[in-house]
């Protein structure tokens, strides 16, 4: 019996930034400034642009999480207005994309369903520590930027000890100057 290869586009992008602290004082109430706003609808378009668009989007329940996003979904929805039989772009918050939780079980359950151009929407240090689990010390040293995307390519492979697939660096997007670093 052949095995079925499953790939996945994974873009991992950190929220954009953030008020310093919100009216409630809850850190997990704190939204997008307006330039988080604007920051992360730049980053949005930089990848639909270069046709790297997700078909959906799994985000932190945190608000600054969720606002970025429902604003790469808006935008990922307008570019593929123009496409016939496009599917929406749909965001799902999930748990386990909160501080201080592994996010591997997530990306295992998503291959394994056959999702094949997904965004995770988190935070730091927990977005960093993925990529270098996966792809190795892709990133500065000083993490990942807010509003920054890394994308990759998991391909299932049950070879791979404990995770069922290996994943390739695709490529990051530098938010400030929307520079794409692809080695």
Same mark, same amino acid.
Request: glycine share 8%.
């Given at each position: 019996?052949?095995?079925?290869?499953?790939?996945?586009?994974?873009?991992?992008?950190?929220?954009?930034?953030?008020?310093?602290?919100?009216?409630?004082?809850?850190?997990?109430?704190?939204?997008?400034?307006?330039?988080?706003?604007?920051?992360?609808?730049?980053?949005?378009?930089?990848?639909?642009?270069?046709?790297?668009?997700?078909?959906?989007?799994?985000?932190?329940?945190?608000?600054?999480?969720?606002?970025?996003?429902?604003? &790469?979904?808006? =935008?990922?929805? @307008? /570019?593929?207005?123009?496409?016939?039989?496009?599917t929406?772009? !749909?965001?799902?918050? %999930?748990?386990?994309?909160?501080?201080?939780?592994?996010?591997?079980?997530?990306?295992?359950?998503?291959?394994?369903?056959?999702?094949?151009?997904?965004?995770?929407?988190?935070?730091?240090?927990?977005?960093?520590?993925?990529?270098?689990?996966?792809?190795?010390?892709?990133?500065?040293?000083?993490?990942?930027?807010?509003?920054?995307?890394?994308?990759?390519?998991?391909?299932?492979?049950?070879? &791979?000890a404990? =995770?069922?697939? @290996? /994943?390739?660096?695709?490529?990051?997007?530098?938010?400030?100057? !929307?520079?794409?670093? %692809?080695t």
């Amino acid at each position: 019996m052949e095995l079925k290869v499953s790939q996945m586009k994974l873009y991992i992008m950190r929220h954009g930034p953030a008020e310093d602290c919100a009216p409630s004082g809850r850190d997990a109430d704190r939204r997008l400034t307006p330039e988080g706003r604007d920051r992360t609808l730049a980053v949005a378009q930089a990848m639909c642009d270069e046709g790297e668009r997700p078909n959906i989007i799994f985000t932190s329940p945190r608000v600054r999480a969720l606002e970025t996003a429902e604003l &790469v979904a808006e =935008l990922a929805n @307008r /570019a593929s207005m123009t496409q016939l039989g496009a599917t929406p772009c !749909l965001v799902e918050i %999930r748990r386990e994309l909160g501080m201080g939780v592994d996010q591997l079980p997530l990306l295992i359950e998503l291959l394994r369903a056959g999702r094949n151009r997904v965004m995770i929407v988190g935070h730091e240090p927990d977005l960093s520590s993925l990529v270098t689990s996966l792809v190795g010390p892709k990133l500065s040293s000083s993490g990942m930027a807010k509003a920054m995307v890394v994308g990759l390519k998991l391909t299932s492979d049950t070879d &791979v000890a404990g =995770l069922e697939f @290996r /994943a390739t660096f695709r490529f990051v997007v530098e938010p400030k100057a !929307l520079h794409w670093r %692809r080695t």
